[in-house]
């Protein structure tokens, strides 16, 4: 069985907005052998994508969702991504590839490109093989990103983290909390766990945390920008900015974004 996976996500509109870009780069980039499992939303359905609607759980989380609009992000009047619940379906479907695989799964969001060749030990190296999560966090002062995300089912404490995930989110807790979306239930989850057992404090990385305190983008900063870049809100379709970089990049695609250059679009 393969021993590394990685998941994503998008709808049809958003496969014709970035989806054809993460799988073009992707099929450039990374070593052969890496598993890419792309839940799909929509009815026209490629390759070996999968149906979103075959993710256990996540119908039931939507169904318990559905009647409030402000879980939905809807806040007076105005669309609020912070507190849009819906972003709580990628728990679901990384939970489900990872009791299905077993071994080592990589969540990557679906508006990512990778701008360079990927080496072979790259996501051994994120996540070494005694631990349980590798993330990309902020620090106390905002919620972790989690546009790349790694778990390791091998680890004995990674499915009782996962039930911890769940049960924040159809106990209610993620309502008690300031945001509602994926990012926080991640961090909540993981402060619970570590305070239940001390212990594991250890077993998660935080890929980002030698940034300076308030990096707003630690994709790009981190280790993980060497080889990818997370096109998200504003950037989709483009580049990140060389505005967002806190760190010194040497790689061409970013010397590329340093120097106006058009070259990083085409990665």
């Known amino acids: 069985m393969t021993k590394h996976t990685i998941v994503t996500s998008w709808t049809e509109e ?7 870009d993460f799988i073009r780069t992707f099929q450039e980039h990374w070593p052969e052998g890496t598993k890419l499992i792309v839940f799909y939303e929509g009815t026209n359905l490629r390759h070996d994508w999968r149906p979103i609607t075959e993710v256990p759980n ?3 989380w939507m169904r318990v969702i559905a009647p409030f609009q402000v879980m939905h992000g809807a806040v007076f009047n ?3 991504i912070m507190m849009d619940a819906r972003t709580n379906r990628v728990i679901f479907m990384q939970n489900a590839v990872l009791r299905q695989r077993k071994g080592k ?3 990557i969001d679906g508006d990512v490109i990778t701008h360079s060749k990927v080496p072979q030990t790259f996501l051994d190296e994120m996540l070494p093989d005694d631990k349980l999560c590798c993330y990309l966090g902020r620090g106390d002062w905002y919620d972790s990103e989690t546009g790349f995300i ?3 089912y091998d680890h004995p404490d990674c499915e009782h983290f996962l039930k911890v995930e769940e049960n924040c989110l159809f106990s209610g807790v993620v309502f008690a909390l300031p945001r509602w979306w994926d990012m926080q239930t991640f961090d909540w989850s993981r402060t619970a766990l570590v305070a239940n057992k001390p212990h594991l404090a250890s077993a998660f990385v935080d890929l980002a945390k030698d940034l300076p305190r308030g990096c707003m983008h630690p994709f790009i ?3 993980v920008g060497a080889y990818m870049d997370h096109l998200k809100g504003a950037r989709k379709g483009g580049t990140s900015r060389r505005e967002d970089l806190e760190v010194e990049r040497t790689e061409p695609y970013w010397q590329a974004i340093i120097n106006g250059s058009p070259e990083a679009k085409t990665a």
């Open 14 to 20: 958003g496969y014709q907005k970035y989806g054809r």
């Open 58 to 60: 996540l119908a039931n």
């Open 78 to 80: 105005q669309y609020d």
């Open 105 to 107: 799964v990589f969540w």
């Open 150 to 152: 790694g778990f390791n």
């Open 221 to 223: 900063n981190s280790r």
